[in-house]
């Protein structure tokens, strides 16, 4: 009764214009506060869409460095990137989660849900797309999984048999004080990631003259061990020809580690870009583009609504 009275003086305009300073700095500000944020999340969905709409796939064996598109299964990382992950709520296996626990709060403004705890996990996990794997690094990212859940319970933290019961809406009914949401990404879902993709080679393009320099510097670490490998005439010193041999023998190991780098596959790694989103989700790319254009339709939309309630308010407020 009191919030619909609060709402009732909005449309107003001699209540606007005689409402008390601080009451009206309230409801200005929140609906100030509402237009900003509508026009942010417009901006941010429709930068989201149009990257979608725009960078073609790639492979992750062909994919150039910078910002790239893949898509895919997923997969665990490998070890020990990566530990076996298990959602936090409902103990599922799974290689990404995020959930939020909300508590019922009913008052004299009204009844409703109050987040009280929420955590995503940031461990990596893995794309194949069939020519290549591609390490995924969630963090900082915008995740989007069809794999969805929501229950209610009595407890803050659920039991792994609360998981199972029937829905929130039922759960309310029964008086049940707590809504468990859990959002999961599991072994073998589709995968569409789109971010900062570059290559770690391990070093394997390192020249012979780099890698010679490098052990020569650590055998120089160990003077005494290197004296006693190369030094031909007993004196206890190294003359200039035994330095040329150590140099030689410095080349020969330097070709050699050049060659067990080669074997060594690249590690592809995803991150986000320093400027721009790092879209990670298990809906295929068409409709993840259509739901982020229609969030950009609806925050367009709140944002010409609050936009104009604004406006009224305070021209109502200050207005001639």
């Not at 449309?11 to 026009?39: H, V, Y």
């Not at 417009?42 to 989201?48: E, G, N, S, V």
């Not at 320099?213 to 020809?241: C, E, F, S, T």
Request: glycine fraction near 10%; charged fraction near 25%.
């Amino acid at each position: 009764m009191i919030l619909s009275t609060d709402l009732a003086e909005l449309f107003c305009r001699d209540c606007i214009a005689q409402q008390p300073a601080l009451k009206f700095a309230f409801w200005g500000g929140l609906s100030l506060a509402g237009t900003l944020f509508s026009l942010w999340r417009t901006r941010t969905a429709f930068i989201h869409a149009r990257l979608i709409a725009d960078l073609p796939t790639s492979r992750v064996r062909s994919a150039s460095q910078g910002l790239a598109e893949l898509a895919g299964l997923a997969r665990a990382a490998d070890a020990p990137l990566s530990a076996p992950l298990s959602a936090p709520l409902s103990g599922r296996p799974c290689l990404w989660w995020r959930y939020r626990i909300e508590r019922y709060r009913s008052g004299r403004r009204g009844n409703s849900w109050v987040t009280v705890e929420k955590g995503a996990s940031e461990a990596p996990l893995a794309l194949d797309d069939g020519s290549g794997h591609c390490l995924i690094l969630p963090e900082g990212g915008e995740v989007h999984s069809h794999r969805v859940k929501r229950w209610t319970g009595q407890q803050r933290r659920p039991s792994t048999a609360d998981a199972t019961t029937g829905s929130s809406l039922l759960g309310t009914l029964l008086g049940q004080r707590y809504r468990y949401t859990e959002e999961l990404i599991a072994d073998g879902d589709p995968l569409y990631v789109l971010g900062h993709f570059e290559t770690d080679d391990g070093g394997r393009l390192a020249d012979v003259r780099s890698l010679q320099g490098d052990i020569l510097r650590a055998w120089k670490q160990q003077y005494p061990a290197l004296v006693a490998d190369h030094d031909q005439d007993g004196d206890g010193a190294l003359d200039a020809a035994e330095w040329e041999a150590v140099r030689a023998a410095a080349r020969r190991e330097a070709r050699a580690e050049q060659r067990r780098r080669g074997r060594q596959p690249a590690e592809h790694r995803l991150r986000k870009p320093d400027d721009l989103p790092l879209l990670i989700s298990t809906l295929p790319e068409s409709r993840l583009g259509r739901s982020l254009r229609w969030r950009a339709l609806g925050f367009a939309v709140a944002f010409l609504v609050l936009g104009s309630l604004t406006a009224w308010l305070f021209g109502s407020r200050f207005g001639t």
